[in-house]
Nanobody, 127 residues
Framework: QVQLVESGGGLVQAGASLRLSCTGA?????????LGWFRQAPGKEREFLAV????????TVADSVKGRFTISRDNDKNTAYLQMDSLQPEDTAVYYC???????????????????WGQGIQVTVSS
């Protein structure tokens, strides 16, 4: 079972950047799973942001954040990243990383495709 922990959130001003990290527990086959990032704002559904394949070879980023958000991973460190630039108040949400039900999957974008979730981390962008 994949275990994930997010870090790097916080309060920033509009226009700033943040890099979120998602670290997998050692020995839990983190390197075999695609890794997705999602967010959920109050009163809204959880929203797909980006996904990277197990080996980091392919990525997909949602149109809503394309050009501002970048996903990557370093399997030697059991960590995936979400680089967020030009943050705006509408980016305020709880951000989650997740792994899908099966290893070696493709670029999955639906919440229902993911079985293993981190606890979430707050990102707040002030105007």
């Amino acid at each position: 079972q994949v275990q994930l922990v997010e870090s790097g959130g916080g309060l920033v001003q509009a226009g700033a950047s943040l890099r979120l990290s998602c670290t997998g527990a050692p020995g839990r086959a983190f390197e075999s799973y695609a890794l997705g990032w999602f967010r959920q704002a109050p009163g809204k559904e959880r929203e797909f942001l980006a996904v990277v394949t197990w080996n980091g070879g392919w990525t997909t980023v949602a149109d809503s954040v394309k050009g501002r958000f970048t996903i990557s991973r370093d399997n030697d460190k059991n960590t995936a990243y979400l680089q967020m630039d030009s943050l705006q108040p509408e980016d305020t949400a709880v951000y989650y990383c997740a792994a899908p039900k099966s290893p070696y999957s493709g670029l999955l974008t639906e919440v229902s495709d993911y079985a293993y979730w981190g606890q979430g981390i707050q990102v707040t962008v002030s105007s």
